[in-house]
């Protein structure tokens, strides 16, 4: 272990502080097009902050055009169309108003509404022909909202199609809001199953999209485009909420594939007038660390950066984040108020506790390289916080075992971090942490 703590010292490159310049990072970063940020958690200020920090470089330096993050489609398109200025909001802030569903502290904080503005701000000093960064959301969870933003726009183009795509969506009406009922009713046979009714919507739409999307030039071709996401969402979440009650390997890898997939249509997308999109992916460690590094993959898991190193090869850059302890924003469960939560250190044996003993506040680690890559490539125990963080369960909730130096090329270590500062939701106090050896008393 102090062997690899030398090797991991004399290798590493000092961060000065988050708004560092990165410039060692982008060297390594090179040509890459497809570049993935993760996050070890998603209540933590200091992975935001530098996520934004080097997403600003790689569109200013390097020509990217497009952050795809780990949100829902038609939420993060309001975004989009703000800064693109194409949308009535006047503020960044009003931009993220769709960010309702739970957890919204993940979008709605503080260091999005930064990025936000300045990618805003940005875009607006761009001439005439010169290409605006976009803003998309990668997820699948937003079914209502997706098939609704399917008939506005129908309504807008053909009304007849509208009508016929709202008897078809009509099939999930007597679930309301809440989409896992209808997977509980169609998975255990208690409702017919919506699946014929969604694809055939998706495929009308795409039969008339030679006509819908050349009405009225770049605009109707957007608008197209964003529909038939919305189209392709619905088909996708269908599906995903009936595999909820199967097997969790079946419903994680459709969710993921969803989000391969998006990601690619973007590139299609966005490169249609020629040139090679580049485009920054904003999501979970867990996401876009390569699976096949990890022991998801003796689970019959794979995830968004492995279909990605597989797609794009060596064109994708995958960058993961640690820290060994501070402050987190997240809850005990599902649906609760959000609070700021206090980390453990880094487990004895973890990847975070070899990093703390670096004695380093903050680094880059490169792990293409020899000796380092040999160093991390035996497995090691990682952690990982959501949405829920369980420190009375630790090692069970939240640490699993991974060859890190496979799974990203490089890694950024916080040694200490802190919580985001979510919009519009009051900071609860920091909740008194169980015994170290809870559940046991030992």
Same mark, same amino acid.
């Given at each position: 272990?102090?062997?690899?703590?030398?090797?991991?010292?004399?290798?590493?490159?000092?961060?000065?502080?988050?708004?560092?310049?990165?410039?060692?990072?982008?060297?390594?970063? /090179?040509? !890459?097009?497809?570049?993935?940020?993760?996050?070890?958690?998603?209540?933590?200020?200091?992975?935001?902050?530098?996520?934004?920090?080097?997403?600003?470089?790689?569109?200013?330096?390097?020509?990217? &055009?497009?952050?795809?993050?780990?949100? $829902?489609?038609?939420?993060?398109?309001?975004?989009?169309?703000?800064?693109?200025? #194409?949308?009535?909001?006047?503020? @960044?802030?009003?931009?993220?108003?769709?960010?309702?569903? =739970?957890?919204?502290?993940?979008?709605?904080?503080?260091?999005?509404?930064?990025?936000?503005?300045? #990618?805003?701000?940005?875009?607006?000093?761009?001439?005439?022909?010169?290409?605006?960064?976009?803003?998309?959301?990668?997820?699948?969870?937003?079914?209502?909202?997706?098939?609704?933003?399917?008939?506005?726009?129908?309504?807008?183009?053909?009304?007849?199609?509208?009508?016929?795509?709202?008897?078809?969506?009509?099939?999930?009406?007597?679930?309301?809001?809440?989409?896992?009922?209808?997977?509980? @009713? !169609?998975?255990?046979?208690?409702?017919?199953?919506?699946?014929?009714?969604?694809?055939?919507?998706?495929?009308?739409?795409?039969?008339?999209? !030679?006509?819908?999307?050349?009405?009225?030039?770049?605009?109707?071709?957007?608008? =197209? =485009?964003?529909?038939?996401?919305?189209?392709?969402?619905?088909?996708?979440?269908?599906?995903?909420?009936?595999?909820m009650f199967g097997s969790r390997a079946s419903s994680w890898?459709?969710? $993921?594939?969803?989000?391969?997939? &998006?990601? $690619?249509?973007?590139?299609?997308?966005?490169?249609?007038? /020629?040139?090679?999109?580049?485009? !920054?992916?904003?999501?979970?460690?867990?996401?876009?660390?390569?699976?096949? @590094?990890?022991?998801?993959?003796?689970?019959?898991?794979?995830?968004?950066?492995?279909?990605?190193?597989?797609?794009?090869?060596?064109?994708? =850059?995958?960058? /993961?984040?640690?820290?060994?302890?501070?402050?987190?924003?997240?809850?005990?469960?599902?649906?609760?108020?959000?609070? +700021?939560?206090?980390?453990?250190?880094?487990?004895?044996?973890?990847?975070?506790?070899?990093?703390?003993?670096?004695?380093?506040?903050?680094?880059?680690?490169?792990?293409?390289?020899?000796?380092?890559?040999?160093?991390?490539?035996?497995?090691?125990?990682?952690?990982?916080?959501?949405v829920i963080y369980r420190p009375e369960s630790e090692r069970?909730?939240?640490?699993?075992?991974?060859?890190?130096?496979?799974?990203?090329?490089?890694?950024?270590?916080?040694?200490?971090?802190?919580? +985001?500062?979510?919009? /519009?939701?009051?900071?609860?106090?920091?909740?008194?942490?169980?015994?170290?050896?809870?559940?046991?008393?030992?």
């Open positions: 272990m102090d062997r690899l703590r030398d090797i991991i010292r004399s290798h590493a490159v000092t961060i000065t502080s988050i708004e560092d310049d990165y410039a060692d990072l982008l060297r390594q970063i /090179g040509d !890459a097009r497809i570049v993935l940020l993760g996050e070890a958690s998603h209540g933590t200020h200091e992975f935001y902050a530098a996520r934004a920090r080097i997403t600003r470089r790689l569109i200013t330096e390097k020509g990217f &055009t497009a952050v795809a993050v780990e949100a $829902d489609w038609p939420d993060a398109y309001r975004v989009n169309r703000y800064v693109r200025g #194409l949308s009535p909001d006047r503020s @960044a802030d009003r931009a993220l108003g769709d960010f309702e569903r =739970f957890p919204v502290w993940m979008w709605r904080n503080t260091d999005v509404l930064e990025f936000v503005s300045w #990618l805003c701000e940005y875009n607006g000093t761009r001439r005439a022909g010169e290409p605006r960064a976009g803003f998309y959301g990668l997820d699948l969870y937003s079914l209502n909202r997706s098939r609704e933003a399917v008939i506005r726009y129908l309504d807008k183009v053909d009304t007849e199609a509208a009508r016929r795509a709202r008897f078809r969506y009509g099939c999930f009406d007597h679930f309301g809001e809440d989409p896992q009922s209808y997977g509980y @009713a !169609a998975s255990f046979g208690m409702n017919e199953s919506c699946e014929r009714q969604v694809i055939e919507q998706l495929l009308e739409l795409r039969r008339q999209a !030679a006509e819908y999307a050349t009405r009225d030039g770049r605009v109707a071709e957007d608008e =197209f =485009f964003y529909a038939e996401q919305n189209a392709r969402l619905v088909r996708n979440a269908e599906q995903y909420y009936r595999s890898n459709l969710r $993921d594939r969803h989000m391969a997939d &998006t990601l $690619d249509a973007l590139v299609q997308y966005l490169g249609r007038s /020629g040139g090679t999109p580049k485009i !920054a992916v904003w999501a979970h460690n867990s996401h876009l660390g390569d699976a096949r @590094a990890t022991e998801m993959s003796e689970h019959g898991e794979l995830n968004l950066g492995q279909l990605v190193r597989e797609r794009h090869r060596t064109a994708a =850059f995958l960058l /993961g984040f640690t820290t060994h302890t501070g402050t987190v924003m997240a809850v005990s469960n599902w649906g609760e108020n959000p609070v +700021v939560k206090r980390v453990r250190a880094g487990m004895r044996d973890s990847f975070e506790d070899l990093f703390h003993g670096a004695e380093l506040r903050r680094f880059l680690l490169p792990l293409r390289d020899e000796p380092v890559a040999d160093g991390l490539r035996e497995p090691g125990l990682e952690r990982a916080i959501g069970v909730s939240h640490y699993f075992y991974a060859r890190l130096s496979e799974q990203f090329d490089a890694v950024i270590h916080f040694d200490e971090t802190s919580a +985001v500062v979510p919009l /519009g939701i009051a900071r609860e106090p920091e909740p008194q942490e169980a015994p170290e050896t809870f559940p046991s008393g030992l």
